[in-house]
């Protein structure tokens, strides 16, 4: 209350809150003190952090790095010792790329286990890509601390559509032996070597500990990020997003995503139809991004629907428990993060399937990931080319590891995350 929740747009700079979040009211019950509002991207749509009022946040690790985004102001403050603990929002990772790119932990929920009643958005009414609140901070057990304070009888009095699920401490603090789905790379985007090593070598510590991996076979990533994820997200064509951007001045990190909104749908169709060959993917990212009818946009929810079936089905077929997987990183050059969206792919999936995911850090980029680096190559090698610029001088830089769990199961979620950082510190591997 009395503050700004302006998103970075100009048109909401003089609309003062007139009360508090159901977040932040149940924070304050618990005794916490919201001491600083942090920055983010403009429109909260791109993993840099940037907008016209507040200009650039840098990675306290590396200011020519950008600290990841949306909520990349809370990676940056918490990353640099100057908080201990905050709360972003997570449209397709923008909790854990900047916890990612920061070197620190950060979980995205299920959707509903925090209250969203009174979050400001950018694209109200947008119900095909879950969005959610998640704590950040510098170590798993801050977080877990969080979830058990704020899961509490005033938050579900407060919103009565958050389920009264309290925290579950039994699953957090079990020493039950984990099976464990693992993949290091998606088949869609090329990850950075040191992506692929952390799983890897988070892998051979697991099973040391006596867990059980098992390879998890993933579905095909490409169908899902354009034909589910980028049609949801964008099914009115973009209009509500256009209308923020109307009068507003434009940040130079988002120039590419509002120019291809502003494109009148006809033109984008023709500029589809020439690059259907020559740049299959640029041609989706534009064409899918056409608005939709209520019908298409029905059977598209069903299409989702099933496909969350199905992941689920192939989890339980192989009985596993949780999977760990590779979280985007390292921290991108500041301005590369547009250039190179859809390598969101390894994050914005857990949205899509709104299962909770958080990530920790387990290592940092070495020599040799950066000498690797010169030898990668993807199946649109015109694709990764800013990827690969982007992430280039990153020796010394974190690089964390993604764990995902089912729906409505984050507290077991977190166990697993406890787990990696226990075993990654306890061989000198977290970045510290």
């Known amino acids: 209350?009395?503050?700004y929740s302006n998103i970075g747009f100009a048109c909401f700079l003089d609309k003062e809150a007139s009360e508090d979040s159901i977040i932040v009211k149940v924070l304050k019950k618990q005794g916490a003190i919201p001491c600083v509002k942090?920055?983010?991207s403009q429109s909260m749509l791109s993993y840099d952090c940037s907008n016209p009022i507040y200009k650039q946040t840098k990675n306290p690790w590396n200011p020519k790095k950008t600290p990841g985004g949306s909520s990349g102001g809370e990676g940056a403050l918490i990353g640099g010792g100057g908080s201990v603990l905050g709360f972003g929002t997570d449209v397709g990772g923008s909790i854990r790329i900047p916890s990612s790119f920061c070197g620190i932990c950060g979980l995205k929920p299920t959707e509903h286990r925090f209250s969203k009643q009174l979050v400001r958005v950018a694209v109200p009414g947008q119900k095909s890509l879950v969005s959610m609140l998640g704590p950040m901070a510098r170590d798993v057990?801050?977080?877990?601390?969080?979830?058990k304070a704020v899961l509490c009888?005033?938050?579900?009095?407060?919103d009565p559509s958050v389920p009264p699920l309290p925290f579950n401490d039994e699953v957090y603090n079990s020493k039950k032996k984990l099976r464990i789905g693992y993949y290091d790379r998606d088949g869609f985007w090329l990850p950075h070597p040191g992506m692929r090593r952390a799983v890897m070598e988070t892998k051979k510590l697991l099973e040391a500990a006596g867990?059980?991996?098992v390879q998890f076979p993933l579905p095909d990533i490409e169908d899902t990020m354009y034909n589910m994820i980028k049609k949801g997200l964008f099914a009115d064509g973009c209009a509500i997003l256009c209308e923020r951007f109307k009068w507003d001045v434009i940040d130079p990190n988002v120039t590419e995503m509002v120019a291809s909104c502003r494109t009148p749908v006809l033109i984008r169709k023709v500029m589809a139809f020439f690059l259907r060959f020559w740049h299959p993917r640029r041609f989706m990212y534009i064409y899918q991004s056409c608005p939709r009818s209520v019908k298409e946009l029905w059977n598209l929810h069903t299409k989702i629907e099933n496909f969350q079936k199905e992941f689920v089905n192939q989890m339980r077929k192989l009985e596993i428990d949780v999977i760990l997987c590779p979280a985007l990183g390292p921290a991108l050059t500041i301005g590369y993060p547009q250039k190179a969206w859809d390598a969101i792919s390894y994050t914005v999936l857990y949205n899509h399937l709104n299962f909770p995911a958080g990530v920790v850090p387990v290592s940092k980029v070495t020599e040799e990931d950066e000498k690797q680096l010169e030898r990668h190559r993807g199946r649109f090698p015109f694709v990764f080319v800013p990827?690969?610029?982007?992430?280039?001088g990153g020796v010394g830089?974190?690089?964390?590891?993604?764990?995902?769990?089912?729906?409505?199961?984050?507290?077991?979620?977190?166990?697993f995350m406890k787990e990696v950082e226990t075993l990654t510190t306890t061989f000198g591997r977290r970045p510290s």
């Open 397 to 415: 830089l974190p690089i964390a590891v993604q764990c995902v769990a089912l729906p409505w199961q984050d507290e077991l979620c977190l166990r």
């Open 153 to 158: 009888q005033d938050m579900f009095d407060l």
């Open 387 to 392: 990827l690969l610029q982007g992430v280039k």
């Open 211 to 213: 867990h059980t991996l």
């Open 1 to 3: 209350k009395g503050h």
């Open 141 to 147: 057990d801050s977080l877990a601390l969080c979830m």
């Open 38 to 40: 942090t920055n983010l």
